[in-house]
């Protein structure tokens, strides 16, 4: 759904050139020029995070504990970014890729050394020409899995993991 207080994008040639300014700040790590993208008070959603970042200050940590994470995490466009009807949000499709090199805090992974690549679909609203509330909506599940996070599907260890699970239900933990 789209906030009332969400304002029209000035035109597709500008959400190009906002997009470039946004992805050279994640692809150089560079927290503080992704933060200048994002209102003081934005609503920042993405899977990784427990609850949505909150301001400037939230998305420059979320920036640069991805970055503690994945130092090489590089983001491309996927697709151009493309605007809703009435030009009030934008959707912006990216390619997310990079190496888990340290550690993932919360909850604590240690590196594997392995690599991710997934899609990432951004919805964005704009205020004043920053983004205002963002929502990234891309698979958790399958970056766990590239990443060796999670036991590969069908494994003996995800049966396991799954008779733990019914286990904790059963003793109604």
């Known amino acids: 759904m789209i906030e009332e207080e ?10 190009g050139e906002f997009t470039e300014r946004y992805i050279a ?3 150089t790590g560079d927290a503080d020029a992704v933060a200048a993208c994002v209102t003081e008070d934005t609503v920042w959603h993405d899977p ?18 991805t970055v503690q994470s994945f130092p090489d995490v590089r ?11 009435g030009s009030r949000a934008a959707i912006v499709p990216w390619r997310m890729a990079g190496t888990h090199l340290g550690l993932i805090e919360p909850p604590g992974f240690a590196a594997t050394g392995k690599r991710f690549d997934v899609m990432v679909i951004d919805l964005w609203q704009f205020r004043s020409g ?3 509330r963002s929502r990234a ?16 599907r069908g494994s003996a260890a995800e049966r ?11 003793l109604g933990f």
């Open 6 to 15: 969400a304002e029209p994008i000035e035109s597709l040639a500008w959400l």
């Open 25 to 27: 700040g994640w692809n």
């Open 48 to 65: 990784s995070l427990g609850e949505p970042a909150l301001g400037r200050a939230g998305v420059a940590k979320f920036v640069v504990d």
């Open 75 to 85: 983001y491309t466009n996927a697709l151009p970014p493309m605007l809703t009807p």
């Open 130 to 132: 920053l983004i205002w």
């Open 137 to 152: 909506v891309w698979d958790l599940q399958e970056m766990l899995l590239q990443l060796g996070l999670m036991p590969p």
């Open 160 to 170: 396991a993991m799954a008779g733990a699970q019914r286990l904790k239900s059963k």
